[in-house]
C-alpha cells in the first residue's frame, strides 16, 4: 500500500470511477485505503448528497476490516447537519459559565468537555425542540458540525428531520436561510454512545 501524500490530487475534478486514493481529508490525519467505487462514502468532498445516493452506500460497519479508515478505532457514520466554528462553540461555554457565575477570564474553562458538550446539546436541544449533538466532523470547514441526534446514516434506516427543527436551528447558529443541511463524515460513532465508550472529540 502506498504511502504517498497525494498532495497535488485534485478530488472535485477527478470522477469516482477514476479514482484510486482518497487523499488526506481536512482537519484530520485520517487516510482511506484504497475501496472500490461502490464502497466509498457517497461524495465525501463534496457532501451534498441525495437519498438515492445514501440508499447504495455500503454500510460502514459491514466493511471487512482491511477496507476500513486506517488509524481509526471503528468506522466513522455521515451525519447530516451544519458546520459550527470553534468560536461559536466558545461563546456557548462563555454563556455557560456567565450563567454559573463564573468567571470567564480563564481560557482553559472554555476546553471541551463532557460536561460542557452536555450542556451545549442540552441547550440547543431545548431551543431547537429535537435532540441535538456536537460532533466532531473530518469534512467540516473547522472540525465541527451540528447534528440532529436521529439524523444519520445508518443500515436500514433513513434519516429524516422536521424542517422546522432545521429553520430552528439555522436560526440560532444564524446559518442563511437558503443553506441546506449536508452531509458530513464524522469521527464519533453509535457504537461509542451505545456501549458507553469515551466521546472523541
Same mark, same amino acid.
Given at each position: 500500500m502506498s504511502s504517498d501524500n497525494s498532495s497535488d490530487f485534485t478530488p472535485s475534478t477527478v470522477p469516482k470511477t477514476e479514482r484510486c486514493r482518497l487523499p488526506v481529508l481536512p482537519n484530520c490525519n485520517i487516510r482511506f485505503v484504497s475501496l472500490p467505487a461502490e464502497l466509498r462514502p457517497p461524495s465525501e468532498f463534496e457532501p451534498d448528497v441525495t437519498r438515492d445516493d445514501l440508499v447504495r452506500v455500503a454500510p460502514f460497519e459491514r466493511l471487512p476490516t482491511g477496507l476500513v479508515p486506517m488509524d481509526y478505532p471503528l468506522p466513522p457514520v455521515l451525519y447530516n447537519g451544519f458546520p459550527i466554528t470553534t468560536d461559536k462553540i466558545v461563546a456557548f461555554l462563555r454563556y455557560e459559565r456567565k450563567q454559573l457565575g463564573k468567571s470567564s477570564?480563564?481560557?482553559?474553562?472554555?476546553?471541551?468537555?463532557?460536561?460542557?458538550?452536555? /450542556?451545549?446539546?442540552?441547550?440547543?436541544?431545548?431551543? #431547537?425542540?429535537?435532540?441535538?449533538?456536537?460532533?466532531?466532523?473530518?469534512?467540516?470547514?473547522?472540525? /465541527?458540525?451540528?447534528?440532529?441526534?436521529?439524523?444519520?446514516? #445508518?443500515?436500514?434506516?433513513?434519516?429524516?428531520? @422536521?424542517?422546522?427543527?432545521?429553520?430552528?436551528?439555522?436560526?440560532?447558529?444564524?446559518?442563511?436561510? @437558503?443553506?441546506?443541511?449536508?452531509? /458530513?463524515?464524522? &469521527?464519533?460513532?453509535? /457504537?461509542?454512545? &451505545?456501549?458507553?465508550?469515551?466521546?472523541?472529540?
Open positions: 477570564s480563564d481560557n482553559g474553562s472554555y476546553k471541551l468537555t463532557e460536561s460542557s458538550i452536555a /450542556y451545549i446539546e442540552d441547550n440547543l436541544s431545548e431551543s #431547537v425542540g429535537c435532540q441535538v449533538e456536537l460532533r466532531a466532523a473530518i469534512n467540516a470547514p473547522d472540525g /465541527y458540525v451540528i447534528s440532529f441526534r436521529s439524523n444519520c446514516f #445508518v443500515p436500514g434506516k433513513m434519516p429524516s428531520v @422536521d424542517p422546522e427543527h432545521v429553520e430552528n436551528l439555522r436560526g440560532i447558529l444564524g446559518v442563511a436561510d @437558503d443553506e441546506p443541511l449536508k452531509w /458530513y463524515i464524522c &469521527r464519533t460513532n453509535w /457504537y461509542w454512545r &451505545r456501549f458507553g465508550k469515551p466521546f472523541p472529540l
